[in-house]
């Protein structure tokens, strides 16, 4: 497995999420930035979603915008996820002497 490096890494975040029943105008967007100003490198996606319909589970048909930032990771996601690598780690570790000890057998027998 790669050494990760213990630094805080960027993620992807939506900021923003909201569903019109109209296609989405110029003013939507002017109202979205006005509460949340757009930054250079902020991923922009606008759209239409068919609506799905089930017995259990549906949506109407909507209009949409997502708008996603780079976010440097929290003090609480960095330590999660350090150490889930160093568990990963030390599973595979276990993982790939088992599966060693099992070929040894099998091909000491021979």
Do not use: C
Not at 2 to 7: A, D, F, G, L, R
Not at 48 to 77: A, C, F, Q
């Amino acid at each position: 497995m790669e050494n990760i490096s213990p630094n805080k890494i960027k993620i992807e975040r939506q900021i923003v999420s909201k569903q019109y029943q109209h296609q989405v105008k110029w003013s939507d967007i002017k109202s979205i930035m006005q509460n949340t100003p757009f930054e250079d490198d902020d991923i922009i996606s606008i759209g239409h979603d068919e609506g799905y319909y089930l017995e259990n589970n549906s949506w109407d048909p909507h209009y949409y915008i997502y708008v996603n930032r780079m976010i440097e990771e929290t003090d609480k996601e960095f330590e999660k996820r350090i150490e889930s690598n160093a568990w990963h780690k030390e599973n595979m570790r276990k993982r790939r002497y088992e599966n060693y000890l099992k070929l040894k057998q099998e091909f000491e027998n021979e």
